[in-house]
């Protein structure tokens, strides 16, 4: 499955975005679906994931309580609504597919967005 994150962009501290995944195929809904980010100098982490029904959810807890993950399985797309952004949320942020139901683990994810870059100026 091909996956394609784009909404990143310049957000002052405070703000929000919503990022989104769009994929290739209708098998969409059979995939556990993950963020993941990358910020400057440092390794990716996880920060979000969700099952292939949307019926689990969970976060990192750096994130928990400001973004929200959320699926459209109609529309083969995830979102990312990203609120009370800071500083450290400056990232590469990106889309992942996975055959398990839902993961924090970057290895078991197959499939991966090319990225969109997030940048928060305090």
């Known amino acids: 499955v091909q996956l394609q994150a784009y909404g990143g962009g310049l957000v002052q501290a405070g703000g929000s975005l919503r990022l989104s995944c769009v994929a290739s195929?209708?098998?969409?809904?059979?995939?556990?679906m993950g963020w993941f980010r990358r910020a400057p100098g440092k390794e990716r982490e996880f920060v979000a994931a969700?099952?292939?029904?949307?019926?689990?959810?969970y976060y990192t807890d750096s994130v928990e309580g400001r973004f929200t993950i959320s699926r459209d399985n109609a529309k083969n797309t995830m979102y990312l609504q990203m609120n009370s952004l800071n500083s450290e949320d400056t990232a590469v942020y990106y889309c992942?597919?996975?055959?398990?139901?839902?993961?924090?683990?970057?290895?078991?994810?197959?499939?991966w967005g090319q990225g969109t870059l997030v940048t928060v100026s305090s």
């Open positions: 992942a597919a996975t055959l398990y139901e839902t993961s924090d683990s970057d290895i078991q994810y197959s499939y």
């Open positions: 195929e209708r098998t969409f809904s059979m995939y556990g």
């Open positions: 969700i099952s292939p029904s949307g019926n689990i959810a």
